[in-house]
C-alpha cells in the first residue's frame, strides 16, 4: 500500500539556518505528494504540492521537488525564522479513487532566536 | 471562502459515554473526509464521502464508531461507548472530486478519562 517515511526525531536549530526535513515514500502509480504544516493548537495548513515527476513546489521561501528516481521529495528552506517553527507532515495521495491521503510521522522544528 | 470548520473543538469525556462531533466543510466542496491524529503521529484516514455517500472506510473504524452526511453538506461522526484509546484529535477535510488537494479544519481534541 501507499506509505510515508520521514526522518525521526524533532529538528531544532537556530534563526536563519538551512533547513531540510527528509520525506520518502512507496506507491503505485504516480501520486501526488504534499507537505502540511501544523502550527501548537491548530489544523493542517497546506504548504506546498506537486503532482508530476520533477515538478518542485514552493511557498513562503518553502521547497521540495519531486523525485521518481528516488521516491523522494524532501522539504527545504534557506533561511528559517521563529516563525516557523511547528510540526512539518509529508503526504501522498493516491492517483486514482478517493485521493485519501497518506501521511508520514511528522517533524517537530524548533527554531531558536 | 469561510474554511472547515469543526464543533467542539475539545471534547472531555468519561469512558463509556458517547460523543458526536460535527463539520462544515468549504461549500463548494463535494468530498468529506475523516482522519484521527494521535499524539506524536500522522493523521489516519477513517472514512469518506462523496456527496451524501459514504464510499470507504478505514478498518481502524470499528463498529463503535458512525458517520453521516445526511444531505451532502455538514457531517457528524459519532462514537459511541467510548474508550480510553480513542483520546485523539479527529480531523475533517474538504476538496473537490478530481482535485487532489485537500483543505483540513482545526479538529476536534477528545480526551476520554
Known amino acids: ?113 | 471562502d469561510t474554511g472547515v470548520s469543526q464543533d467542539p473543538r475539545h471534547k472531555i469525556t468519561k469512558r463509556g459515554q458517547n460523543v458526536t462531533f460535527r463539520c462544515d466543510p468549504i461549500s463548494e466542496h463535494n468530498r468529506l473526509y475523516w482522519y484521527r491524529q494521535t499524539l506524536g503521529q500522522g493523521p489516519e484516514f477513517l472514512t469518506y464521502f462523496q456527496n451524501e455517500a459514504q464510499l470507504e472506510k478505514s478498518r481502524l473504524l470499528s463498529d463503535r464508531f458512525s458517520a453521516e452526511r445526511p444531505k451532502g453538506s455538514f457531517s457528524t461522526l459519532e462514537i459511541q461507548r467510548t474508550e480510553q484509546g480513542d483520546s485523539a484529535m479527529y480531523l475533517c477535510a474538504s476538496s473537490l472530486s478530481g482535485r487532489d488537494t485537500q483543505y483540513f479544519g482545526p479538529g476536534t481534541r477528545l480526551t476520554v478519562l
Open chain 1, 1 to 113: 500500500g501507499n506509505s510515508v517515511t520521514q526522518m525521526e526525531g524533532p529538528v531544532t536549530l537556530s534563526e536563519e539556518a538551512f533547513l531540510t526535513i527528509n520525506c520518502t515514500y512507496t506507491a503505485t502509480g504516480y501520486p501526488s505528494l504534499f507537505w502540511y504544516v501544523q502550527y501548537p493548537g491548530e489544523g493542517l495548513q497546506l504548504l506546498l504540492k506537486a503532482t508530476k515527476a520533477d515538478d518542485k513546489g514552493s511557498n513562503k521561501g518553502f521547497e521540495a521537488t519531486y523525485r521518481k528516481e528516488t521516491t523522494s521529495f524532501h522539504l527545504e528552506k534557506g533561511s528559517v525564522q521563529v516563525s516557523d517553527s511547528a510540526v512539518y507532515f509529508c503526504a501522498l495521495s493516491a492517483y486514482y479513487g478517493n485521493n485519501r491521503l497518506a501521511f508520514g510521522k511528522g517533524n517537530q522544528v524548533v527554531v531558536i532566536p
